[in-house]
C-alpha cells in the first residue's frame, strides 16, 4: 500500500513553484473548479518513500525526474557520469526542488507526468453545464 493518497475526484499536483512550469501549472490547478491538492516541493518536503512512489507510478527511476540538463545541476554535479544512487537523487531533489524536470499530477491511480502547462488540459473533465444537447428525432 502506497503513501499517497488516491482518489478519483481528487487531482493532487506535485511541483516546483522555483520554475516556471510549476508556476503556470498552480495557476490552472488552482483555478479549475476540480476538487484538488497542490504540492510544492520547495516548500512541503516530499519523503524518500512518496518519491519513490512517484518514480514508480510514472514507469521510471528517480533519476528520469531531476533535470541534469538545468544549469544549477551541471554545476553542481557536471556535464555527466552523475555516479548518483537513490539516496543521492532523493538528496538533489529534496534540496535543489528547481530542479525537478516536470511537474506531476495524480488523478484517482493515475500518475502523469506534465511537460508543459497545456498537458494539464486534456486531463480537465469536459464541463457541459449549459451545453443544450442536440435534438434526437425518434
Request: charged share 30%; net charge neutral; glycine share 6%.
Given at each position: 500500500?502506497?503513501?499517497?493518497?488516491?482518489?478519483?475526484k481528487l487531482i493532487t499536483l506535485?511541483?516546483?513553484?522555483?520554475?516556471?512550469?510549476?508556476?503556470?501549472?498552480?495557476?490552472?490547478?488552482?483555478?479549475?473548479?476540480?476538487?484538488?491538492?497542490?504540492?510544492?516541493?520547495?516548500?512541503?518536503?516530499v519523503t524518500g518513500t512518496q518519491?519513490?512512489?512517484?518514480?514508480?507510478?510514472?514507469?521510471?527511476?528517480?533519476?528520469?525526474?531531476?533535470?541534469?540538463?538545468?544549469?544549477?545541476?551541471?554545476?553542481?554535479?557536471?556535464?555527466?557520469?552523475?555516479n548518483l544512487d537513490n539516496d543521492?537523487?532523493?538528496?538533489?531533489?529534496?534540496?535543489?526542488?528547481?530542479?525537478?524536470?516536470?511537474?506531476?499530477?495524480?488523478?484517482?491511480?493515475?500518475?502523469?507526468?506534465?511537460?508543459?502547462?497545456?498537458?494539464?488540459?486534456?486531463?480537465?473533465?469536459?464541463?457541459?453545464?449549459?451545453?443544450?444537447?442536440?435534438?434526437?428525432?425518434?
Amino acid at each position: 500500500m502506497g503513501v499517497i493518497a488516491m482518489d478519483k475526484k481528487l487531482i493532487t499536483l506535485y511541483y516546483s513553484s522555483k520554475n516556471s512550469l510549476g508556476k503556470q501549472l498552480n495557476a490552472y490547478v488552482e483555478s479549475s473548479d476540480k476538487k484538488h491538492l497542490t504540492i510544492d516541493i520547495s516548500k512541503t518536503n516530499v519523503t524518500g518513500t512518496q518519491w519513490a512512489e512517484l518514480a514508480d507510478g510514472l514507469g521510471k527511476s528517480l533519476s528520469d525526474l531531476v533535470n541534469t540538463e538545468h544549469p544549477d545541476f551541471k554545476t553542481a554535479y557536471g556535464e555527466d557520469d552523475f555516479n548518483l544512487d537513490n539516496d543521492g537523487w532523493l538528496k538533489v531533489l529534496n534540496k535543489n526542488p528547481s530542479l525537478l524536470k516536470n511537474a506531476i499530477i495524480i488523478k484517482g491511480k493515475e500518475f502523469i507526468e506534465l511537460k508543459s502547462a497545456s498537458d494539464f488540459k486534456q486531463y480537465m473533465e469536459p464541463d457541459s453545464t449549459g451545453i443544450e444537447k442536440p435534438y434526437k428525432k425518434n
